[in-house]
């Protein structure tokens, strides 16, 4: 879909360079990561784009910590474009695929603007790793919420089958 595009590797590399020892970021970010990556078999989406996007999607939180004490989605959507859009320039990545990319990054917690196939399965990924957090152990909770927050059906199937 793009012309030129960073290497899984490369990518990971940037995002653990940002996150420094915050093994909880980092640990997020690859269990969003992987989720993306198994959604992707039963969902159409650029893999590269959500890819990107799910190592990336949380980038801005230690900025948005800095400059506003809070890291609070709607922070995270404002100063994680930026840094993904500048990791994505230093990697050499074409413009339109680091738009896209940054596209999903800022909206991740709110899902407002263009919401594409590729932010579907970087929504419903986060939200397979965040889900127990929000819900706990409280069974009910967590189907109501599945059914209501899962944008692909891929990702419906993925909660009803471990929630």
Request: hydrophobic share 45%; glycine share 6%.
């Amino acid at each position: 879909m793009f012309t030129t595009m960073p290497t899984r590797v490369q990518l990971l590399s940037a995002m653990k360079q940002v996150f420094g020892d915050d093994r909880r970021r980092i640990d997020h970010a690859l269990s969003v990561l992987d989720h993306a990556e198994a959604l992707l078999v039963d969902h159409a989406a650029d893999r590269d784009t959500v890819v990107a996007a799910a190592i990336l999607h949380d980038i801005g939180i230690h900025e948005a910590e800095r400059k506003h004490g809070s890291f609070a989605g709607k922070w995270q959507e404002l100063e994680g474009p930026p840094i993904a859009r500048r990791i994505l320039s230093e990697l050499g990545a074409a413009a339109a695929f680091a738009e896209a990319v940054c596209a999903i990054v800022g909206n991740h917690h709110s899902a407002r603007g263009e919401l594409t196939p590729e932010f579907d399965v970087v929504w419903d990924a986060d939200w397979l790793v965040n889900l127990p957090e929000e819900c706990g152990d409280d069974r009910e909770k967590l189907a109501a919420m599945a059914v209501k927050v899962f944008r692909t059906a891929a990702g419906r199937q993925r909660a009803a089958d471990w929630f």
